[in-house]
């Protein structure tokens, strides 16, 4: 089936949850080939909207990382991971904990479904979000995090160099989702291996959304509890299927999840 046809499938079942709700359907986030830096930022820039870019050249990394090359390649140095025995992650509630692994049991172990090793549950899931080096001081940057990997990435360059804030590498188990949110920065949001479902808010929709700080109180945006977050349905949701080689550009303030 083609990527087109399964974001298609998928964009209905989830506009049938939204009628049976009386939510607003989800809309697509439109797809374009081949921009050029010029192009995005005479035409797609000064819109302030989610797309995804593809025919991206992102460099090896598409094809070269799987677990055994990450394992290898940043070997047993030590990051910091979340792990949650619910695949709904909560920053606000914080259901779940942090914990310390070597690099290549991390990757190992957010590959499986079941684990012979775990914490806190053997289905547990994992998240790594990359922090520099003080995590309350320094910004993250793949290429000071994790040098090896940062040479098979190419990151699109769209924007002056001195306009370049932060690169935060991730790796998550199948099947995890994380809170909706926004940044104050611009985002592009490489997917490299794997797919990833995004789901996406205008600023404007942020009375809505039920906000706590930069985060939303609604956690289960599929199925939320409409007693509790009643204005929820008024918000209009944005939607993207990524697949490995994507890059969804999100501009600041745009809410977004996964």
Same mark, same amino acid.
């Given at each position: 089936m083609e990527r087109r046809e399964r974001e298609a499938l998928e964009l209905e079942r989830r506009e049938q949850q939204a009628m049976?709700?009386?939510?607003? $359907?989800?809309v697509a986030v439109e797809r374009l080939d081949g921009v050029t830096r010029e192009r995005f930022l005479r035409d797609i820039y000064p819109r302030r909207k989610p797309v995804v870019l593809t025919g991206m050249e992102l460099g090896p990394c598409t094809t070269k990382w799987t677990v055994d090359y990450l394992s290898q390649a940043e070997g047993s140095k030590e990051v910091?991971?979340?792990?949650?025995?619910? $695949?709904q992650m909560d920053f606000l509630s914080k259901n779940f904990v942090y914990r310390t692994l070597p690099f290549d049991v991390f990757v190992r172990r957010a590959a499986e479904v079941n684990h012979q090793e775990y914490f806190l549950s053997e289905d547990e899931k994992y998240y790594l979000r990359s922090v520099g080096e003080d995590a309350r001081k320094d910004i993250a940057d793949i290429r000071k995090q994790f040098p090896v990997l940062a040479k098979d990435v190419q990151i699109p360059e769209y924007f002056e160099k001195e306009q370049f804030f932060s690169s935060v590498f991730r790796i998550s188990s199948a099947g995890l989702q994380l809170w909706t949110h926004y940044d104050v920065m611009d985002n592009f949001l490489i997917q490299v291996t794997g797919k990833k479902r995004v789901v996406l808010y205008s600023p404007r929709d942020a009375p809505y959304l039920y906000l706590s700080g930069?985060?939303?109180e609604v956690l289960d945006v599929d199925n939320p509890d409409m007693e509790k977050y009643p204005l929820f349905v008024k918000a209009k949701r944005y939607q993207c299927l990524l697949e490995a080689g994507d890059v969804l550009f999100i501009p600041a303030l745009a809410l977004w999840g996964v």
């Amino acid at each position: 089936m083609e990527r087109r046809e399964r974001e298609a499938l998928e964009l209905e079942r989830r506009e049938q949850q939204a009628m049976e709700r009386r939510e607003q $359907p989800a809309v697509a986030v439109e797809r374009l080939d081949g921009v050029t830096r010029e192009r995005f930022l005479r035409d797609i820039y000064p819109r302030r909207k989610p797309v995804v870019l593809t025919g991206m050249e992102l460099g090896p990394c598409t094809t070269k990382w799987t677990v055994d090359y990450l394992s290898q390649a940043e070997g047993s140095k030590e990051v910091k991971i979340h792990v949650s025995t619910v $695949p709904q992650m909560d920053f606000l509630s914080k259901n779940f904990v942090y914990r310390t692994l070597p690099f290549d049991v991390f990757v190992r172990r957010a590959a499986e479904v079941n684990h012979q090793e775990y914490f806190l549950s053997e289905d547990e899931k994992y998240y790594l979000r990359s922090v520099g080096e003080d995590a309350r001081k320094d910004i993250a940057d793949i290429r000071k995090q994790f040098p090896v990997l940062a040479k098979d990435v190419q990151i699109p360059e769209y924007f002056e160099k001195e306009q370049f804030f932060s690169s935060v590498f991730r790796i998550s188990s199948a099947g995890l989702q994380l809170w909706t949110h926004y940044d104050v920065m611009d985002n592009f949001l490489i997917q490299v291996t794997g797919k990833k479902r995004v789901v996406l808010y205008s600023p404007r929709d942020a009375p809505y959304l039920y906000l706590s700080g930069t985060k939303s109180e609604v956690l289960d945006v599929d199925n939320p509890d409409m007693e509790k977050y009643p204005l929820f349905v008024k918000a209009k949701r944005y939607q993207c299927l990524l697949e490995a080689g994507d890059v969804l550009f999100i501009p600041a303030l745009a809410l977004w999840g996964v």
